[in-house]
């Protein structure tokens, strides 16, 4: 059979998805970074907190919240109240962003790929408000790289923060976890960051971000 050669137009190429076009140019598909939003760029926590101690007129000791969820170091009666935040309309529509979160994001997202992944879907009012919450604090953050899921096993990237160990343990990449009050007991030998400037060290160290 004789030879068949191919010639593809540089302005086709152009016009093909990323990833195609990157193959058939030679360049290297840039890293994928898959990043959790509440307690990761979100302060989901915060807001809860601050939510309850509006209803309850009771402070909240931040330090006995270590290894458990808030809802575990209320009283009893006021379980129910602190299960329901995150069902009730408005709740993650105006959470504030941590600290460094957007100025980091901004600076991988230029030598990486980033996705943002939630599992949102346990509360579907949640979906919008989510949406519209990282268009207007994360604009860089194009739509297509939006992921609103349920069961975090199902994404496939280089890296993956985020704050709960049970979507980490799940993942087949590099795992970071984010600190946060409810996994500082977590025994898990993974990396842990404490802020965004050290997910920036992390970065620099593994070559994904320029030397400083």
Not at 130 to 146: G, H
Request: glycine share 6%; aromatic share 10%.
């Amino acid at each position: 059979m004789a030879e068949m050669t191919v010639l593809l137009n540089p302005l086709y190429i152009g016009r093909m998805t990323p990833r195609a076009s990157e193959y058939l140019s030679g360049t290297k598909p840039p890293v994928r970074i898959a990043v959790d939003m509440d307690e990761v760029i979100a302060d989901y926590f915060g807001e809860q907190v601050a939510r309850y101690e509006s209803w309850s007129g009771a402070a909240v000791d931040i330090s006995a919240t270590e290894g458990k969820r808030l809802r575990e170091c209320v009283p009893p009666e006021h379980e129910e109240f602190v299960r329901r935040l995150p069902r009730t309309p408005g709740f993650f529509a105006n959470l504030k962003i941590i600290g460094g979160s957007r100025d980091a994001l901004e600076v991988l997202s230029q030598h990486s790929r980033i996705y943002i992944v939630s599992a949102a879907t346990e509360y579907p009012n949640s979906l919008c408000e989510k949406f519209d919450w990282l268009a207007t604090n994360f604009p860089f953050i194009d739509w297509r790289q939006i992921v609103l899921c349920g069961d975090k096993s199902i994404i496939r990237a280089e890296y993956m923060i985020d704050d709960n160990i049970h979507h980490l343990r799940r993942f087949e990449g590099e795992k970071i976890l984010f600190d946060s009050p409810h996994n500082r007991k977590v025994p898990d030998p993974v990396h842990r960051v404490h802020n965004w400037d050290e997910v920036l060290s992390f970065f620099h160290a593994e070559g994904v971000l320029p030397s400083r």
